[in-house]
């Protein structure tokens, strides 16, 4: 087992010692500040491709750098730089100490080194990986997908991984380190039969080592790639307007994500521009509804030992049985509300400033067998797999493109369908949940949310669930 | 560092990965730095400034292929770098489309004074003329609040970037330029819900941006626009896409006509070369030589000199994007593999003229997820619209999709107006399609 805090001096070889934290600590803080940090980051990614046939190419990226951010009071100064050189880490330090201008003085107190849990543990760093170790894996799961079906005519396969350190050193004397790998395999299949031509794809994505690609998901990988690409030979287009929408359990998440994921980040209702901003501890849902966003799944896509200015990540119940309970804080709308970061505030790199964010979302279980919910729709569509989704935060509408799916007729699944956009508005859609699965599933996918310019890894899951009305953009009437 | 700095390194890793044994070196070494201001409330509530570097390296070893990045340039991790890019060709398998063009059609097709990108206003700019550029926007924005604003914010930011491109052809070049940016957003209170919506602009030159008096406006009109919005009945109307909205459909557009999605099979567009695909009112120009265009550039992705292209005339489709390695896989000769500038030529009426020949259409002031499938073409697109009644707006929409196939959309488009978007590199004007589905109630 790989050492999880090996990473703790892993800027050393940087030249970033103790001193050089507090004295750049130092600079950022000159004008004063209610807050500041040093974000350092190296990550070493890589990635081969297979197309026509052929591992035919390879791609690394190496990524290092810092940046300090300075907060007087929701205010934030934010530099960054490439160049880990004592100077440049001052010049960097004192640009975003300029927002700090009329602000009172504040110490930079003694370092004070700090543990974190491990829910990622892997037995090797991807660094310590072979490409030739990657290659076959990848040769062969393209093998696998053309020996699945006849009417496979292309296959394109992926696989990337990431070995991240990041050094956190904070004003007020805390520093951590932690090691965050992350791999994805990404199978596209086109698919021919006649004159017909569609694709289909399957990913899986986590914080894991080369470990997590076990027998059984190799399998799902392939398995579902090339019969999601099968289903849309034989799917149409649903019908337009509204109508009951079953979410299958898995990537239907997404729902979640969409509907009020982004509407709890605090920073949106600190500024009282979220839908949400005046609803805590006010009933937005039925008893059957409890959502989380959770930091800490073992292995998860979106888990972190601890959030990106250094606090504890846990996993924080935004809905209870209806009722909205918190937000998702980073340490400035902690400060705002007078309640505790939820360990929420990430950024997609040294590049970008921290803001609330989602790790995994989901809801928990009800009491529904699945088969029960599809039984009770008598005319409605079976969403099964998802491409993106998207929100208005202050109007609450919000948006998901199905991928797959099946019309429901008389309480069961008749029709395949694909490619279709569904909208509605967020509190409307939590209100009309009419039923909740008791098969809760956490996908098993890359997802990458979008805010404000940044991507960073998540994680969604979903027991099926039933909304009583949503709007299908379908082609026909 | 200087321009001769940033040569002098990518000669020295070009010269390096040779000596290890790479046939073929594409090394592109670039430096840039932004400044970004966003004020709410009254104040300043975030500053960023960095000054950014970065290498990217391709290599080709007996036909075998690595591309690579980093941003660590200290000469001492370039040297395992560059090693690493080298070593991970060896696991790979032979593929030698990836060799480079011939030197000789490569470099700059357009100078540097035709594209006119490097604002000389930007070396002058103080930290002080940004303060109160942001200031000012704010103050703007302010003075046109009424009651029900919760909340607004502005934003203003400006970049230079300057970039060496050094290959074993023979190739080397530099582009330099740099670039501006304003806007902001709002959000109401109206009942339970809080709309909001946003204007954003970007040129190269600092002078060539709205004014803050009217990007002010701009903000307050897209956002009042938000109130009282609701679904209306399913169905077929015409759709008014401004030329703000119009780079998603277009980018829906464009990806079937990419090399890679050709070469692989998912394209709806194989075999349309030549044919009819649209009215004859649709016609596309790539410009990369455009002057200040957000698009133009010297060379393409392969360092082919850049060229002015008619992808589609009168609704004929002439020509696809296809780079140097999907036309040697598909035995063709190369187009270029990328968009520049986009543009739509305008035709003679304005918008208003043109909705006054309808009783009802819905015009797309923005979307809400959605997507496309570049293989069949199907488009499903979340949408925030106006409704137009007899040249009128009447009816702010929400929670709408429109729906499509990107193979047929463009046979339904009946008029181009006279008022191209310049703040993107997709010029395109307001365009009216007619029959197109809409979901909503």
Same mark, same amino acid.
């Given at each position: 087992?790989?050492?999880?805090?090996?990473?703790?001096?892993?800027?050393?070889?940087?030249?970033?010692?103790?001193?050089?934290?507090?004295?750049?600590? =130092?600079?950022?803080?000159?004008? #004063?500040?209610?807050d500041?940090?040093?974000?350092?980051?190296h990550?070493?990614?890589?990635?081969? $491709?297979?197309?026509?046939?052929?591992?035919?190419?390879?791609h690394?990226?190496?990524?290092l750098?810092? $940046?300090?951010?300075?907060?007087?009071?929701?205010?934030?100064?934010?530099?960054?730089?490439e160049d880990?050189?004592?100077?440049?880490?001052?010049?960097?330090?004192?640009?975003?100490?300029?927002?700090?201008?009329?602000?009172?003085?504040?110490?930079?107190?003694?370092?004070?080194r700090?543990?974190?849990?491990?829910?990622?543990?892997?037995?090797r760093?991807?660094?310590?990986?072979?490409?030739a170790?990657?290659?076959?894996?990848?040769?062969?799961w393209?093998?696998?997908?053309?020996?699945?079906?006849?009417?496979?005519?292309?296959?394109?396969?992926?696989?990337?991984?990431?070995?991240?350190?990041?050094?956190?050193?904070?004003?007020?004397?805390?520093?951590?380190?932690?090691?965050?790998?992350?791999?994805?395999?990404?199978?596209?299949?086109?698919?021919?039969?006649?004159?017909?031509?569609?694709?289909? %794809?399957?990913?899986?994505?986590?914080r894991g080592?080369?470990?997590?690609?076990?027998?059984?998901?190799?399998?799902?990988?392939v398995?579902?790639?090339?019969?999601?690409?099968?289903?849309?030979?034989?799917?149409?287009?649903?019908?337009?307007?509204?109508?009951p929408?079953?979410?299958?359990?898995?990537?239907?998440?997404?729902?979640?994500?969409?509907?009020?994921?982004? #509407?709890?980040?605090?920073?949106?209702?600190?500024?009282?521009?979220?839908?949400?901003?005046?609803?805590?501890?006010?009933?937005?849902?039925?008893?059957?509804?409890?959502i989380v966003d959770?930091?800490?799944?073992?292995? =998860?896509?979106?888990?972190?030992?601890?959030?990106?200015?250094?606090?504890?990540?846990?996993?924080?119940?935004?809905?209870?049985?209806?009722?909205?309970?918190?937000y998702?804080?980073?340490?400035?709308?902690?400060?705002?509300?007078?309640?505790?970061?939820?360990?929420?505030?990430?950024?997609?790199?040294?590049?970008?400033p921290?803001?609330?964010?989602?790790?995994?979302?989901y809801m928990?279980?009800?009491?529904?067998?699945?088969?029960?919910i599809?039984? %009770?729709?008598?005319?409605?569509l079976?969403?099964?797999?998802?491409?993106?989704?998207?929100?208005?935060?202050?109007?609450?509408?919000?948006?998901?493109?199905?991928r797959?799916?099946?019309?429901?007729?008389? $309480?069961?699944l008749?029709?395949?369908?694909?490619?279709?956009?569904?909208?509605?508005?967020?509190?409307?859609?939590?209100?009309?949940?009419?039923?909740?699965?008791?098969d809760?599933?956490?996908?098993?996918?890359?997802?990458?949310c #979008?805010?404000?310019g940044?991507?960073?890894?998540?994680?969604q899951?979903?027991?099926?669930?039933?909304?009583?009305?949503?709007?299908?953009?379908? $082609?026909?009437? | 560092?200087?321009?001769?700095?940033?040569?002098d390194?990518?000669?020295?890793?070009?010269?390096?990965?040779?000596?290890?044994?790479? @046939?073929?070196?594409?090394?592109?070494?670039?430096?840039? *730095?932004?400044v970004?201001?966003?004020?709410?409330?009254?104040?300043?509530?975030q500053?960023?400034?960095?000054t950014?570097?970065? !290498?990217?390296?391709?290599?080709?070893?007996?036909?075998?292929?690595?591309s690579?990045?980093?941003?660590?340039?200290?000469?001492?991790?370039?040297?395992?770098?560059?090693?690493?890019?080298?070593?991970?060709?060896?696991? !790979?398998?032979?593929?030698?489309?990836r060799?480079?063009?011939?030197?000789?059609l490569?470099?700059?097709?357009?100078?540097?004074?035709?594209?006119? /990108?490097?604002?000389p206003?930007?070396?002058?700019?103080?930290?002080g003329?940004?303060?109160?550029y942001?200031e000012?926007l704010?103050?703007a924005?302010?003075a046109?609040?009424?009651?029900?604003?919760?909340?607004s914010?502005?934003?203003?930011?400006?970049?230079?970037?300057?970039?060496?491109?050094?290959?074993?052809?023979?190739?080397?070049?530099?582009?330099?330029?740099?670039?501006?940016?304003?806007?902001g957003?709002?959000?109401? /209170?109206?009942?339970?819900?809080?709309?909001?919506?946003?204007?954003?602009?970007?040129?190269?030159?600092?002078? @060539?941006?709205?004014?803050?008096?009217?990007?002010?406006?701009?903000?307050?009109?897209?956002?009042?626009?938000?109130?009282?919005a609701?679904?209306?009945?399913?169905?077929?109307?015409?759709?008014?896409?401004?030329?703000?909205?119009?780079?998603?459909? !277009?980018?829906?557009?464009?990806?079937?006509?990419?090399?890679?999605?050709?070469? /692989?099979?998912?394209?709806?567009?194989?075999?349309?070369?030549?044919?009819?695909?649209?009215?004859?009112?649709?016609?596309?120009?790539d410009?990369?030589?455009?002057?200040?265009?957000?698009?133009s550039?010297?060379?393409?992705?392969?360092?082919?000199?850049?060229?002015?292209?008619?992808?589609?005339? &009168?609704?004929?489709?002439?020509?696809y994007?296809?780079?140097?390695?999907?036309?040697?896989?598909?035995?063709?000769?190369?187009?270029?593999?990328?968009?520049?500038?986009?543009?739509?030529?305008?035709?003679?009426?304005?918008?208003?003229?043109?909705?006054?020949?309808?009783?009802? &259409?819905?015009?797309?002031?923005?979307?809400?997820?959605?997507?496309?499938n570049?293989?069949?073409?199907?488009?499903?697109?979340?949408?925030?619209?106006?409704?137009?009644?007899?040249?009128?707006?009447? /009816? *702010?929409?929400?929670?709408?999709?429109?729906?499509?196939?990107?193979?047929?959309?463009?046979?339904?488009?009946?008029?181009?107006?006279?008022?191209?978007?310049?703040?993107?590199?997709?010029?395109?004007?307001?365009?009216?399609?007619e029959?197109?589905?809409?979901?909503?109630?």
């Amino acid at each position: 087992m790989v050492q999880q805090h090996s990473t703790r001096d892993w800027f050393g070889q940087y030249g970033i010692t103790d001193e050089v934290l507090r004295a750049v600590l =130092a600079e950022a803080t000159r004008h #004063g500040a209610d807050d500041a940090d040093l974000y350092f980051e190296h990550s070493i990614s890589t990635a081969v $491709g297979l197309s026509d046939r052929q591992v035919n190419r390879a791609h690394t990226t190496i990524d290092l750098g810092m $940046g300090v951010r300075v907060v007087v009071g929701d205010q934030v100064g934010y530099a960054y730089t490439e160049d880990l050189s004592l100077a440049s880490l001052k010049k960097a330090a004192a640009t975003a100490s300029e927002i700090a201008r009329h602000a009172t003085g504040r110490p930079v107190i003694a370092p004070v080194r700090l543990q974190l849990p491990d829910y990622y543990p892997v037995s090797r760093h991807w660094e310590d990986v072979d490409l030739a170790e990657r290659v076959p894996l990848v040769r062969d799961w393209e093998a696998r997908a053309f020996d699945r079906d006849s009417r496979v005519h292309k296959v394109e396969v992926s696989l990337a991984d990431t070995d991240k350190h990041v050094l956190i050193a904070r004003a007020d004397g805390t520093i951590v380190a932690d090691y965050r790998p992350m791999t994805r395999a990404y199978l596209a299949i086109t698919a021919l039969e006649g004159d017909r031509r569609e694709t289909g %794809s399957y990913n899986v994505a986590a914080r894991g080592d080369l470990s997590y690609y076990d027998a059984d998901r190799q399998s799902r990988l392939v398995e579902r790639s090339v019969d999601r690409a099968l289903q849309s030979l034989a799917a149409g287009s649903p019908p337009a307007g509204e109508m009951p929408v079953v979410m299958a359990a898995g990537s239907s998440g997404i729902l979640l994500h969409e509907a009020i994921g982004h #509407g709890m980040e605090a920073d949106f209702n600190r500024k009282a521009i979220s839908i949400y901003s005046d609803k805590m501890n006010k009933r937005i849902a039925p008893d059957e509804v409890t959502i989380v966003d959770d930091g800490t799944l073992p292995g =998860a896509r979106g888990s972190i030992n601890c959030d990106d200015e250094a606090s504890a990540t846990e996993k924080t119940v935004l809905v209870q049985n209806g009722t909205l309970r918190s937000y998702l804080h980073d340490r400035i709308s902690a400060r705002h509300y007078g309640v505790d970061p939820t360990g929420s505030g990430r950024r997609e790199s040294f590049r970008h400033p921290v803001l609330p964010r989602m790790r995994a979302t989901y809801m928990e279980p009800g009491p529904h067998a699945p088969a029960d919910i599809i039984k %009770s729709v008598k005319k409605g569509l079976y969403c099964e797999t998802f491409a993106n989704g998207s929100v208005q935060i202050g109007a609450g509408d919000f948006a998901f493109y199905v991928r797959h799916g099946y019309l429901i007729e008389d $309480g069961k699944l008749t029709k395949p369908v694909k490619d279709v956009n569904l909208i509605g508005n967020g509190p409307r859609v939590l209100e009309s949940i009419e039923m909740v699965g008791n098969d809760l599933e956490i996908d098993e996918g890359g997802w990458t949310c #979008g805010k404000d310019g940044q991507g960073v890894p998540v994680s969604q899951g979903m027991p099926t669930i039933k909304v009583a009305n949503l709007s299908v953009g379908g $082609g026909r009437q | 560092m200087s321009a001769e700095d940033l040569m002098d390194l990518a000669q020295r890793v070009v010269r390096y990965a040779e000596k290890l044994g790479a @046939d073929e070196v594409s090394c592109t070494v670039s430096e840039g *730095s932004h400044v970004t201001i966003q004020r709410r409330g009254g104040k300043v509530e975030q500053a960023t400034e960095a000054t950014t570097r970065g !290498l990217s390296l391709a290599v080709l070893c007996d036909d075998r292929y690595s591309s690579n990045g980093t941003s660590d340039l200290r000469p001492e991790a370039l040297e395992p770098f560059v090693k690493r890019a080298v070593e991970s060709t060896k696991f !790979l398998e032979p593929d030698p489309a990836r060799r480079q063009a011939d030197g000789a059609l490569c470099g700059r097709g357009v100078d540097a004074e035709t594209l006119d /990108q490097d604002d000389p206003y930007w070396y002058e700019r103080t930290a002080g003329d940004r303060a109160d550029y942001a200031e000012a926007l704010e103050n703007a924005l302010t003075a046109l609040h009424t009651p029900d604003v919760i909340s607004s914010a502005v934003y203003s930011a400006d970049g230079r970037s300057h970039t060496i491109r050094v290959m074993s052809n023979g190739f080397s070049g530099e582009d330099e330029g740099a670039w501006f940016a304003a806007g902001g957003e709002m959000t109401l /209170q109206e009942g339970e819900k809080r709309p909001e919506s946003a204007a954003y602009y970007a040129q190269r030159y600092f002078t @060539d941006l709205p004014s803050i008096d009217a990007i002010a406006a701009e903000i307050v009109k897209r956002t009042r626009e938000r109130l009282g919005a609701k679904p209306i009945e399913t169905g077929l109307y015409p759709m008014i896409l401004p030329g703000r909205s119009a780079g998603r459909i !277009l980018g829906a557009f464009a990806g079937p006509l990419s090399g890679g999605a050709l070469h /692989q099979g998912r394209s709806c567009m194989a075999d349309m070369l030549g044919k009819t695909i649209g009215s004859k009112h649709f016609t596309i120009i790539d410009d990369p030589t455009i002057p200040r265009g957000l698009g133009s550039r010297p060379w393409d992705g392969d360092g082919f000199r850049s060229r002015v292209r008619t992808i589609v005339e &009168a609704g004929v489709l002439k020509e696809y994007n296809i780079g140097l390695y999907h036309a040697r896989k598909m035995g063709i000769e190369p187009t270029s593999g990328g968009r520049s500038n986009w543009v739509i030529p305008p035709g003679p009426r304005s918008v208003e003229a043109i909705a006054k020949d309808h009783p009802k &259409a819905i015009e797309v002031t923005g979307f809400l997820g959605g997507n496309s499938n570049g293989a069949t073409g199907d488009f499903s697109l979340g949408i925030r619209g106006v409704l137009w009644e007899n040249g009128e707006p009447t /009816q *702010s929409l929400s929670e709408m999709n429109v729906t499509g196939n990107i193979t047929t959309l463009f046979e339904k488009l009946v008029e181009v107006a006279n008022d191209p978007w310049v703040h993107s590199s997709v010029r395109s004007p307001t365009l009216l399609f007619e029959d197109v589905q809409f979901s909503g109630t």
